[in-house]
């Protein structure tokens, strides 16, 4: 045993001996004939006031900030950095590369002024954003207000594998920012963490098809959600992974919007996490057929409905959270609390309460569905119930206009629900 030992220590020794040789080898061949390391560089910065921008917030910087970005994609790759500043862009700074770049800034002291109409900055199309960051900037509406199709940063070839955080996307008191980031062709790997998008009268997100697209905190606020076709995030098709978390999507025409209307293919699967949708038009409105998840979210205050589902082979969870105060704002609507006219569903734990229409509204080709462990409460009718292969059970109805309506159906059990006027 003692020999067994023995041996086998030594052979762990000349095996770490080689292993040391190797990489005191691979080290030596790292380093020239003069002793110069010959790896990879490590990437450029170029930063645009060395380049002639001057960040005062009334020359025209556009050349001096497109001369930088150039410089890092003739270098195969950097990063293109604003220090503190006020840069006014009168052009899009086109980015012709799928290298892989960084932009970066000082934080929201480093100011973009988005004085054109065309996109801020923008990938062109057949050249995809990939494996690039962009962050600690902000773009600032300048000028006049921007067209609806006008965004801060456009990804017209798509955007794989890359990063948006920390940014700032607005207008500049009444000037009112069009959209905030725009992917085309193909939106997959991809996170914007912290971002916040101020006075969106376009689209605050739009996704493209791919998969594996996060939206992790931050806020999408409308200018006001009366006067455009504003959409918070938009998933535009054949997208899959996708997940909102604990993100606020406020004051727009339609909070989130999943399905890309007739023609386009369905989405997959959609993960809303602890977000907020409030104060819009239209809530969640789905039209495709995807699976959504909805998991301990507020959904208030919106004017037609918090929640609609009208994809035929649409199948949506919803566990926990508050759909709350259609009609608040006394605007014209149906002040629903959810609708459902397609798929199937299931309903747990939910509280559905002082809607001024119906707090849970199911019509139309609607069948194996769930609703369970529910409170219903203050609303101007409760429940109103059609659709085929159903169950509504355990929950509790209070102070409803109109507690409980049969709106047709079979094969349904309604059994072991409480309804009180208390």
Sequence with gaps: MTEHI?????ARRAFLGLTAGAAGLAGFAAFGAEGTSTASPAPAVFS?????????????????VQAAVDGAVKAGGGRIHFPAG???????????SADRLSLTGDGFCSVLLHAGPEHCIAWKEGCSCR???????????????????????ACLGGVERSVFSQLLLTGDGDIRMGSGILTREVADTTALIQCVMWGVTGKGLEVA?????????????????????SVGVELTGNNGGVHILTTDI????TAVKIGGGPGAPSNREIFITHA????????????????????GCWAASCDEEQILVEGRGAVLAVAGGTIFNGGAYGKPGAHNGMVVRGGSFTLSGLTIRHNKGTGILVEGNVRDYTITGCRIADNGRGAVLGGNNFVFSNNTLAR???QLVDNGGKNKNTGGNVLTDK
């Design 400 to 402: 409803n206009g109109v």
């Design 209 to 229: 098809r791919g998969s594996e697209v996060r939206l992790l905190g931050g806020r999408i606020v409308g200018f006001t959600r009366d006067e455009h076709k």
């Design 250 to 253: 406020i004051g727009l025409e």
């Design 6 to 10: 023995a041996s086998e220590t030594a």
């Design 86 to 96: 006020r840069y006014r862009l009168t052009r899009t700074v086109t980015i012709t």
């Design 131 to 153: 494996e690039v960051t962009v962050r600690d900037l902000c773009v600032c509406a300048a000028g006049a207000s921007k067209p609806l199709e006008s965004a801060a940063i």
């Design 276 to 295: 907020t949708i409030d104060s819009c038009t239209h809530g969640l409105v789905q039209t495709d057929n995807a699976y959504t998840s909805i998991a």
């Design 48 to 64: 645009v006031r060395d380049l002639g921008a001057k960040g005062d917030g009334t020359t025209d910087d556009t050349d001096a």
